[in-house]
């Protein structure tokens, strides 16, 4: 069973747009995580949010426990912003699970 | 400030030969350490974990080993290497529940 389900799967954007990128859990947890991934592989830590609302520059994150819920808002998208956006969920066994990731491709 | 390495960065291995992947972190004692594994195209996840010196936990099983010899080594490895464990190897240490830092990683293609 896929604990964590994100979407969409890819999303282009014209520079400067606004990205909306959405995570569901299959248990209720407040272990969030969001996570980017660099084209070459390397992960980045980017926020971790175990409810309400968390900011971090241009990245906003949103995480309801009772919805299983968390969402990342990345505003005025730059070209360097592009690459796959991981979240992520700590069980309670120490395991960290992930979603398959958001695809960002931002253009000129 | 605590730095991750992994070695190799690349190998390119053919089936059934033996592989081992190396992680070191420098400047931190006692760290939990992580191995992740990511098929091309597919989703990350978490294969072993170690808290200490001589204990490793397995979380997918994989035909893969993992072992750590020192405080500040986590090694993964097989002795037979399947197609499957193509992909990138990802070596990671949580300070905490909510930090996480990775190594550069080791991409691994097997023929």
């Known amino acids: 069973e896929q604990q964590v389900q994100q979407s969409p799967a890819s999303l282009v954007l014209q520079e400067a747009e606004n990205a909306e990128l959405q995570c569901s859990f299959s248990i209720f947890t407040n272990q969030v995580q969001w996570f980017y991934q660099r084209p070459g592989g390397r992960l980045v830590s980017l926020l971790y949010?175990?409810?309400g609302t968390k900011q971090s520059g241009r990245l906003t994150s949103t995480t309801v426990i009772k919805e299983r819920r968390s969402s990342l808002h990345i505003s005025s998208s730059q070209i360097t912003d592009s690459g796959t956006y991981l979240c992520?969920?700590?069980?309670?066994?120490?395991?960290?699970?992930f979603g398959s990731g958001t695809k960002l491709t931002v253009e000129p | 400030a605590q730095t991750i390495h992994q070695w190799p960065v690349a190998e390119i291995k053919a089936v059934g030969s033996p592989l081992s992947l190396g992680c070191t972190i420098k400047g931190k004692s006692s760290p939990n350490l992580y191995w992740y594994w990511q098929a091309t195209g597919g989703t990350l996840q978490q294969l072993f974990y170690?808290?200490?010196?001589?204990?490793v936990e397995s979380v997918v099983q994989l035909n893969l080993s993992a072992s750590r010899p020192k405080d500040d080594q986590f090694i993964l490895s097989t002795e037979k290497l399947l197609l499957s464990h193509s992909g990138f190897y990802l070596c990671?240490?949580?300070?905490?529940?909510?930090?996480?830092?990775f190594g550069p990683g080791t991409r691994l293609t097997v023929l």
């Open positions: 170690s808290i200490t010196v001589g204990q």
């Open positions: 990671a240490w949580r300070p905490t529940a909510y930090e996480q830092y």
């Open positions: 949010n175990p409810s």
């Open positions: 992520a969920m700590l069980s309670n066994y120490n395991v960290l699970y």
